[in-house]
């Protein structure tokens, strides 16, 4: 056979059914990694940094080495870029192979996938993340290893793990009370933007009472639409004892009273 003569390679097999779900059961075993891959990159403001490169940007990992917010050491960049591929393969970033057109360097670069929208910061400082640090914190995370014993036993998980209800552990742990409220904020804030958009049904409303309302997230942005009304926002001592402490609460809502049920 002559070396310009072609070839024609087989096909790769079909996988069957039982590899499928092999591979399947290796991905559920790792899930995991990926929230908590989100929450660091959260952390280390990965996201900001590449969506303030602009649209359609790529940067290397040492880049984006370069313009973290805490102080790194020399390994850093092939550390982070194995964070990198983990997010890029689970469509949170995007990424390419680019070759040094000088040293024939092969380097990875990273872009922004449309999640990152909602993991980076918007114009109002807020973004998912806080729901990341919610979800995976030592509080949230406990209850799940009582779960086989509640199914067995019966009872709540959370109750199991802390000895009292959620609420109740929120209202003795001041620290996880602002992670859990500033969780509940920010989603809140992000879910009502295009909400209010659309719907015009506050257009007559005198009195709006938020009950659960947390710190008055979603009343806030109401009332920033529609000053006309009266806000009141019900919810839990520790809860509305804080509402004072959460950024973003616009002058129009400075009038609203909270009450603790």
């Not at 899930?31 to 929450?39: D, E, N, V, W």
């Not at 209850?143 to 067995?152: E, G, N, Q, V, W």
């Not at 793990?161 to 602002?178: D, R, V, Y």
Request: with cysteine; charged share 20%.
């Amino acid at each position: 056979m002559g070396p310009n003569q072609n070839v024609v390679l087989p096909c790769p097999p079909v996988w069957s059914s039982d590899e499928e779900a092999f591979l399947h059961a290796e991905q559920l075993a790792s899930l995991a990694l990926l929230p908590m891959s989100i929450k660091v990159a959260a952390e280390l403001d990965v996201f900001e940094i590449i969506a303030k490169a602009g649209p359609g940007a790529y940067l290397s990992p040492g880049d984006i080495s370069e313009r973290l917010p805490i102080r790194h050491g020399p390994e850093t960049p092939a550390t982070l870029d194995r964070l990198l591929r983990m997010l890029a393969g689970h469509n949170v970033l995007t990424c390419r192979v680019e070759t040094g057109e000088l040293d024939g360097k092969v380097e990875r670069k990273y872009g922004a996938a449309p999640v990152v929208k909602f993991l980076a910061k918007n114009q109002n400082g807020d973004s998912m993340a806080p729901l990341f640090n919610m979800a995976l914190s030592k509080a949230f995370m406990d209850p799940l290893y009582c779960l086989k014993d509640a199914i067995l036993h019966g009872g709540i998980p959370s109750d199991r793990a802390h000895g009292i209800s959620l609420f109740e552990f929120t209202g003795k742990n001041p620290s996880f009370n602002m992670t859990f409220n500033e969780a509940m904020r920010s989603h809140s804030t992000l879910s009502l933007e295009g909400i209010l958009d659309a719907y015009k049904g506050f257009d007559d409303v005198k009195v709006l009472v938020d009950v659960g309302g947390r710190t008055g997230g979603s009343l806030d942005m109401i009332l920033k639409t529609h000053p006309h009304i009266k806000g009141i926002c019900f919810d839990l001592p520790h809860v509305v004892s804080t509402a004072s402490e959460i950024s973003g609460i616009s002058s129009s809502f400075r009038g609203c009273l909270f009450f603790y049920l």
